[in-house]
């Protein structure tokens, strides 16, 4: 199973631009990558997912270069209401691995 | 639609004791899965499944056992609690395939005293 490393926790100010950058080095070739966000007292939300280039909903964007080895979740204009606890996962999508997460915190 | 509903919400087991955790969504997924969170960390695989009568092991199914005898339903049944399965467990759904995401239900927060 591809192993994830991400920052540990991100502080952010409202109305800025977040990117969370999440490295994936053993990706396999046919694995997807995706995110999710989960609030306290909660289960995880999903967010996005994408396999190359760029994908882009109504809520982030997902970056991830050609050699697929790391993407960047950007979270536009965050307000207090997105800090969270994010992960990025790859690998087998019947058996998807959660590690720690980036806790963002987002400040006034 | 309710989309993953998972019961109870909270639940306190004397160690030893047995209990069935119960996931039903509702959404005609054929993918299940059990997850546990331990407090401030992530989330750990305990068992899947991707269609009725057919079931797999995760990272952690040890005192765990599952069944899919149906499409929507999907619970989990501790055998004999221990304290090391205090924990919030949450349920998940989704189509088969790589390019669709888990929808989770609410968890179940379980004490084993």
């Known amino acids: 199973l591809a192993k994830t490393t991400q920052p540990i926790s991100m502080d952010s100010y409202e109305g800025q631009e977040v990117n969370i950058t999440c490295s994936h080095n053993n990706i396999a070739t046919n694995d997807y990558i995706t995110w999710y966000q989960q609030f306290p007292s909660q289960g995880p939300r999903f967010i996005i997912q994408?396999?190359?280039t760029k994908v882009t909903n109504e809520v982030a964007s997902l970056f991830i270069p050609a050699d697929r080895k790391s993407s960047t979740l950007s979270l536009p204009r965050v307000s207090l209401s997105d800090t969270a606890v994010y992960y990025c996962l790859v690998g087998d999508w019947r058996a998807l691995t959660f590690g720690s997460g980036t806790r963002l915190q987002v400040q006034p | 639609n309710a989309g993953v509903t998972q019961t109870p919400k909270f639940q306190v087991l004397k160690t030893g004791q047995s209990m069935t955790l119960q996931c039903a969504q509702d959404?005609?997924?054929?993918?299940m899965s059990w997850y546990r969170q331990d407090p401030g960390m992530g989330l750990r695989l305990i068992h899947y499944s991707v269609g009725a009568g057919i079931t797999d092991q995760g990272e952690v199914p040890n005192g765990y056992n599952v069944s899919r005898s149906t499409t929507e339903d999907f619970p989990l049944r501790l055998l004999s609690a221990a304290p090391s399965q205090t924990s919030v467990y949450f349920c998940?759904?989704?189509?088969?395939?790589?390019?669709?995401?888990?929808?989770f239900g609410s968890g179940t927060r379980l004490t084993v005293v």
């Open positions: 998940a759904s989704s189509f088969t395939g790589d390019n669709y995401g888990y929808t």
């Open positions: 959404m005609n997924h054929e993918y």
């Open positions: 994408g396999y190359k």
